[in-house]
Structure formats: C-alpha cells, structure tokens
C-alpha cells in the first residue's frame, strides 16, 4: 500500500460497516459531531469528579443536564431520523480513501477558516446589544470556573449559527467524507475542550487554551474570543494571556 493511502483500511472498514447508503446519509457527519462532543465531555467530566474533585458527581450532572437536556434529546431524534428515513448528502461516495497529504491540507483549512469565520461571528454577538442580550448571553451565565459542558450552555439560534461558522469549509468546499468527519469530531472536540477550564501541555501550544478563554467568561471585554485558535485573537487585538 502506498504511504499516501494510510487511511485506506478505516475507509474500507467504515464502508463495509456503514454502507456507502450510511456515509451519504447526514447521521454520518451527525455521529461525528456528537463523539466529537461526548468524547471529550465524558473524559473531562471524569477528571473533574474523580481527578481533581473540582466537581461533586452531582453538580457535575446538574451542568450537563442544564446544557444537554434539549440538545441531547435532539441529537438522539436526528440520528434516528437519519438512519430511518433515506436522505443523502452526496451522489457519489468515493471507494478510495483520502491521502494523508489531502487529510492534513483540508484540516488545516478547516480549522483556519471556521476560526476566521467563528471570530468575526463572536465579535458581533459582544458588538450587537439585541442579540448579545437575547442570544449570546445564556452562554455566559457560566463565568470561571468552567465545565467542559459550558460549550454547550447556548441558545438555540447560537448553536446552529456557531454551527455553520464552525464547518464553513466543509459545507462549501469539495472534501472527502472521511476527513469531512474528522474535521467535525476535531473542530467540535476543540470548541469542548476551550471551556474545560486545565491548562493542558502541549495541547495550549497549538489551539486557543481553557484558562486564556476563562478570561473572555470573566470580563465584560471581549477578550480571547476564539475558541479553535488563538491567530484571530493575536491578529486582531483581543488576545490576553493568562496569568500563570
């Protein structure tokens, strides 16, 4: 097998398992997102309760209820509307896997332009009274310290615009459906993992970190808007580093 084929036996597995009916089908790029949120919720959730006892299992429970009570119910509804009703997103599904080298250009991309696109769209929500008041500011009830959940603490019209912000290049631009995938698992996984609240090594080397996000929760500044990088940030002026 060439190199640039790595992906090939997963692209295999995921056909012979899914059908090319499934991977057509929107509860592919919909079970992506949701591991994408519950992966990293459950592991840091974990980490509040057991780790570092920051959390009682409790308020940790009481946090989640409060973020996922509605979306959770919606996510279970969609995928099993999905799955039971014939719906496709594309004509064609590719028999041949990605190569590495297009896996990585296009989540490069996917990240830079849903960070580009997710800054300018959390810049207007602080800009704009009407919809900071009626929209954006149920994300922020919670101020530091932060749940992982808090990602999810957000109105309705916020999580499906944030969405569109957030897979922008996946939606308008031709990708391979396995790194369409991997872009929505790893792009939600990140926006997740900005509102865990640790310090993370390495991890804070390349995207935007929890505690320097703690500080956009805490001040009536916009401050550290993004929640995927931090190039917007420390392009445009809003960046501020947190204290050690």
Not at 197 to 204: E, H, I, N
Not at 226 to 232: F, G, N
Request: with cysteine; hydrophobic share 50%; aromatic share 16%.
């Amino acid at each position: 097998m060439e190199a640039g084929y790595a992906l090939q036996p997963l692209w295999d597995w995921i056909l012979r398992h899914v059908g090319a009916a499934g991977v057509a089908s929107p509860a592919f790029l919909l079970t992506a997102v949701v591991a994408g949120i519950y992966l990293p919720g459950i592991v840091f959730s974990f980490v509040d309760v057991v780790v570092t006892r920051r959390l009682t299992l409790a308020e940790c429970w009481a946090v989640y209820w409060r973020a996922m009570k509605w979306y959770g119910t919606s996510y279970v509804v969609g995928m099993l509307a999905f799955w039971a009703v014939p719906m496709t997103l594309l004509s064609i599904v590719p028999t041949t896997a990605p190569t590495s080298f297009e896996v990585a250009r296009d989540l490069l991309l996917y990240f830079l332009l849903g960070d580009f696109v997710s800054y300018f769209w959390h810049r207007y929500e602080h800009a704009n009274a009407w919809y900071m008041k009626r929209v954006h500011s149920r994300h922020h009830v919670d101020t530091p310290p932060l749940s992982i959940w808090t990602a999810m603490v957000v109105h309705p019209v916020e999580g499906i615009s944030v969405f569109l912000c957030f897979h922008l290049y996946g939606i308008l631009f031709p990708i391979h459906p396995l790194t369409f995938a991997i872009g929505a698992f790893s792009v939600t996984a990140v926006n997740m993992i900005t509102h865990c609240g640790y310090r993370l090594p390495v991890y804070d080397w390349f995207f935007a970190t929890a505690r320097e996000h703690d500080i956009h929760h805490a001040s009536r500044e916009p401050r550290n808007i993004s929640v995927m990088l931090s190039i917007c940030d420390r392009m445009f002026g809003t960046f501020q580093k947190a204290a050690r």
